[in-house]
């Protein structure tokens, strides 16, 4: 080089910091991306494929990506996507493994983590997918609203219903309304309180 810069010197060095960069991000985030999908599908391993391509598409354009405001927000839609996309190719490949007599040789989870992401199942997946941003993902109802493009009080509404279904369902039939606890995360208080 006749100016004597070293840019190759440059491009390594900043692609090795872009590296350290995504390593880092990727090591404080994934498991929450896993448990916010797994909750939303409630299969695991649509949760972790669906998050390990969603951060290889991270990085493929992580230029793009690290500008972002919030790049975990990015990363946690497209890992959703995916997986919803995945969850439902699965049910159906699952239905056809019924009718021929396939079954699955995974093993069952442990009973609580069962009744949660069977009473998960039956809501809707927007009421699902608002909870699991919630209450995983510790979203506010702003931040909810900006992800699922839709306004702040629809996100409310979900969140109200998606509350009482999942305390119906939880609580079994044997037990009444009032001896129920409601679990929140110590964060809720405080959301709510900032969001009414």
């Known amino acids: 080089m ?6 190759r ?4 060095r900043d692609r090795r910091k872009a590296e350290d960069a995504f390593d880092d991000f990727y090591r404080t985030t994934a498991s929450r991306v896993v448990h916010l999908v797994y909750a939303t599908t409630g299969d695991l391993t649509v949760a972790q494929d669906a998050t390990q391509e969603a951060y290889a598409r991270a990085w493929r354009d992580w230029d793009r990506v690290s500008g972002h405001d919030d790049a975990l927000a990015w990363v946690r839609t497209v ?3 995916i997986a919803i996309s995945e969850w439902r190719r699965g049910e159906s490949r699952g239905r056809a493994h019924a009718r021929h007599g396939l079954v699955q040789t995974q093993p069952p989870p442990n009973e609580d983590r069962a ?9 809707s997946p927007p009421l699902r997918e608002t909870l699991a ?3 995983l993902a510790d979203r506010s109802i702003d931040q909810i609203a900006a992800e699922l493009d839709v306004p702040p009080g629809t996100v409310k509404a979900r969140l109200h219903r998606g509350r009482n279904q999942l305390a119906q369902l939880l609580r079994g039939p044997d037990r009444p309304p009032e001896s129920t606890p409601v679990m929140r995360p110590a964060s809720t208080s405080r ?3 900032r969001h009414g």
């Open 79 to 81: 890992a959703r996507r």
């Open 2 to 7: 006749g100016n004597g810069v070293d840019t």
């Open 9 to 12: 010197g440059g491009r390594v």
């Open 115 to 123: 009744v949660v992401v069977a009473a998960l199942r039956t809501l």
């Open 133 to 135: 941003l919630h209450y």
């Open 191 to 193: 959301k709510e309180n």
